[in-house]
């Protein structure tokens, strides 16, 4: 049963389209229901969001078994140690995972694609693999929740709508993560069960914020007119892992497949999209990103560059990190604490962690967070010499953003330029539906093609902000942002900081993340 | 003074050009051979190219005093180690490359600018810095060959013909060559002094291969209507390599910096240009590539990719190769024998080296030569969904190939698909000027983004040749370039092959091809 504010918004959202789609829309949605063994379904009705906006934790747990829980603690790293061990068997793991996103859906409606008996399939055939070589299948053996949570694989197979099966291999990423030994289960926009998708969508309606129900879980970027057609999503994987307290990775073009994942704007290549995995640790970031590269994908996607892991690159920076734990000074990142046009929401002290307490410059180039040019509207037909005139511009673009990182290593004291950019990932926490106006902070780094980290830090909470009245505004959306802020409606929202690297520094990124995020747990405890 | 066939030819160049720009090319033309020293321009009559075909080796010797001579048959790996150690010093290697150029453009019009004292007071520097400090500059001290022979320089800074001295730093692979402690003295297509340029050029007319003066250095790509916009140069960097018989690395994009580099297409990036060095040997083509890679010029120019050289390819192959001398099975290359739509000039036995006697199959996909969908005429200006379209058409075409070359691992026996396929440049020796029709041994590479590096092997002689007068054509263009042999003008034209390897393969190889002209050294001895 849907909640009835799902229900609502649900019915809201179907106001303008014809009785047609509404039939076909109302026919997957409960076919997505229907997909849910009987079990798993919640006869009982569900509280409305006012009253019950966090359904996480406690909550959730009351629906599941004491293993089921037990496994839902774990993070990919342990789950993939006891799955490769034999400890727990891949089936279990991947009922405990369908058992959760089941509750889930029935509560945030996260779902777009089920397929537990498919899985179920799978992991028999991991545990039946081990068992007779007594070895693990590859290095994500049994791990599940690992297969989801990549923005472009919605609306993959759109053509094949009856056809769930044929789901199940979509594309290159997901295939190889199943040599990997990973089992696929459902399709979502988001990696965990209790994250959730886009917000409007005309089959399952609207997608909430499980921490807290009244907001979204990943808001829809840009304005009502503009289609940003350069990018199937400005706010990539970043903005969806902050909003839901978890760690996401965007990664620089070509270090991830991305063969035959959804893209509607399939061989503009000005800015290629890419998918990016969230999880809920950079532990596990880190063992999905190395098993992808462990299986060569570069040997079955063009697009894929011929980068394994570096472990020397990990290394290098693990003794930069051990040094600069006894001379701070050797490490150092830049804050860029707004882009000069909209300011977050009542800025936190949370933002000022400084792993090195070295250099707090700003390294936000004036005005970066708009680049006009990069958004092109559809009732443009762009030519040829546009778009390669388009081209030399981000080039250019990047090329000055390359001198401004090159040239503040006269600052930092290290010899280097700084190591990383802490800076915000939206102007707000998980935001009200319908209020995300701003996609500057992360649609700067998609132009730069630069690795960016998204790590948790805290959530909004009604004590911690206030909000300045007398605010100097730095836009007309800055103005509008702020006006938007509502103490009761963000109380606990999961806000999150993004660290940034230079283009292709993911293993560094990752390394320094993992760093940070330890350092920002010992502070926040 | 110049030869009476290329002032010949020149003047043919200008038959349809206005009188206005007739005088402003040959004020250039002048200005070029009046920036070559007095004593070293050449006063008494040249023989015509019927009679002298050949001026290298003893001839253009007979110029030179015998230090420079020394200096000359030296490669860049001795003439470095000796700069660096400074046994020879940089001002005299500098004069002796200097020297030579000039001679050689009195014979064939290689040149396009010279700045011989700009170069001659960096060689100063760099000698000054040697003795003050006793390190050399950097891995190219006082290397100077290496400065030449990049396509794409041709052109550049042509708004600024009069600045001289602006075309010494001109884009940034030139100054990360200099930073690397090498000397700029002149701009050419070709990398040697006795190598030349682009064939049709209003300014300096036809430039001639100095093997055979009678052919061209380069074929001019392509046929007389067509414009080949989505490449600047298909034959790109092998063709003319091979026709001058040296060797050449075609990289794949993003492994060398290119920006500031002569682009008429900036902006498209549906096939990006690359800039390949050529030289007279492996070593020094590879000491070239590490020295670049040695400036990470990935920080300074947006389109590098974050790749330095890896001595763990190196070393890995430098052990298979090491390991095939016992078992030639453990190695095993393709032969593309033609692409079945032009089979090259009399199919010589030379072509059939294969470094490890293993697997000589076929790989050629059919057709592969001919991709209609990349060649853009100019009088069609493309929209965006036409680039998007073709760009996935050339995905597509990637794949098709990259699943093409996999699955061949059925075949080798070594679990591993072919290591690298052996195949012509194009389907004759250094060309008759006009003749060049057939580019596509080398525009599939580029559309592939692979890896090429070619290596001469021979020079077409008279006996060698049979023509088959009773072969099946494999179309139209096979037949009118098998009915342009001729024997006399094509003797001694330079001969060789490339070998392939996938995308970003650039240490694997330039390890295979030190080892296959090894072999080869040793087969042809």
């Not at 068997?89 to 779902?111: D, G």
């Not at 994908?297 to 690159?313: A, E, G, Q, T």
């Not at 503040?408 to 539906?433: F, K, S, Y």
Request: with cysteine.
């Amino acid at each position: 049963m849907l909640s009835g504010q799902v229900l609502h918004c649900y019915l809201l959202l179907h106001g303008r389209l014809s009785s047609h789609v509404i039939t076909v829309a109302e026919a997957k949605r409960l076919a997505i229901l229907g997909a849910i063994p009987e079990k798993w379904q919640i006869r009982e009705r569900i509280l409305p969001a006012v009253e019950l906006p966090d359904i996480t934790g406690n909550y959730i747990q009351g629906f599941l078994i004491p293993n089921e829980i037990e496994i839902m603690k774990a993070d990919a790293v342990p789950i993939t140690k006891q799955t490769a061990s034999g400890n727990w068997s891949a089936v279990e793991v991947t009922e405990a995972f369908c058992h959760r996103a089941a509750i889930a859906h029935q509560h945030v409606n996260c779902l777009h694609e089920v397929f537990f008996e498919d899985a179920m399939q799978v992991a028999k055939e991991l545990d039946a693999y081990l068992s007779a070589t007594g070895k693990p299948m590859g290095p994500l053996h049994g791990g599940i929740e690992t297969t989801m949570g990549y923005v472009g694989w919605v609306g993959t197979f759109e053509d094949k709508k009856d056809d769930l099966r044929a789901k199940v291999i979509e594309g290159k990423l997901v295939r190889e993560l199943r040599r990997a030994g990973a089992t696929v289960f459902c399709k979502t926009s988001v990696p965990l069960t209790l994250m959730a998708g886009e917000t409007a969508n005309n089959i399952i309606g609207y997608t909430w914020n499980p921490k807290t129900r009244r907001l979204s879980s990943r808001g829809s970027p840009g304005g009502e007119g503009a289609r940003i057609a350069l990018r199937g999503s400005p706010a990539g994987i970043r903005v969806p892992a902050a909003f839901n307290g978890i760690f996401g990775l965007h990664l620089s073009a070509g270090r991830m497949p991305y063969e035959g994942a959804a893209n509607s704007i399939d061989g503009q290549n000005t800015i290629l999209s890419v998918v990016g995995p969230m999880r809920t640790s950079i532990g596990s970031l880190k063992l999905l990103f190395k098993a992808i590269l462990s299986q060569e994908p570069w040997f079955h996607d063009p697009l894929v560059l011929v980068m394994p892991w570096s472990d020397d690159i990990e290394m290098q920076t693990q003794r930069l990190i051990k040094a600069s734990v006894k001379d701070p000074s050797l490490l150092t990142f830049a804050i860029m604490r707004h882009d000069s046009v909209v300011q977050p929401h009542s800025p936190d002290k949370a933002y000022n962690i400084d792993g090195g307490d070295g250099l707090t410059g700003q390294i936000a180039l004036s005005g970066e967070g708009t680049i006009p040019q990069c958004f092109i509207q559809t009732d443009k037909h762009w030519k040829a010499r546009d778009i390669a005139a388009l081209n030399v511009q981000k080039r250019l673009y990047q090329k000055m953003y390359m001198e401004y990182w090159n040239k503040n290593d006269r600052l930092t004291g290290t010899g280097r330029p700084v190591d990383a950019i802490i800076c915000p990932v939206a102007p707000h926490a998980a935001v009200i539906p319908r209020r995300y106006r701003h996609v500057g902070y992360t649609s700067f780094v998609n132009v730069l093609d630069y690795t960016s980290a998204v790590i948790p830090v805290t959530n909004a909470g009604k004590a911690m902000c206030r909000i300045d009245t007398h605010m100097n505004y730095l836009s007309e959306t800055h103005e509008q942002v702020q006006s938007e802020y509502d103490a009761e409606i963000y109380h606990g929202a999961p806000v999150g900081i993004q660290l940034i690297g230079r283009r292709l520094e993911e293993e560094m990124i990752l390394t320094l993340a993992e760093f940070i995020s330890r350092e920002l747990e010992n502070v926040l405890k």
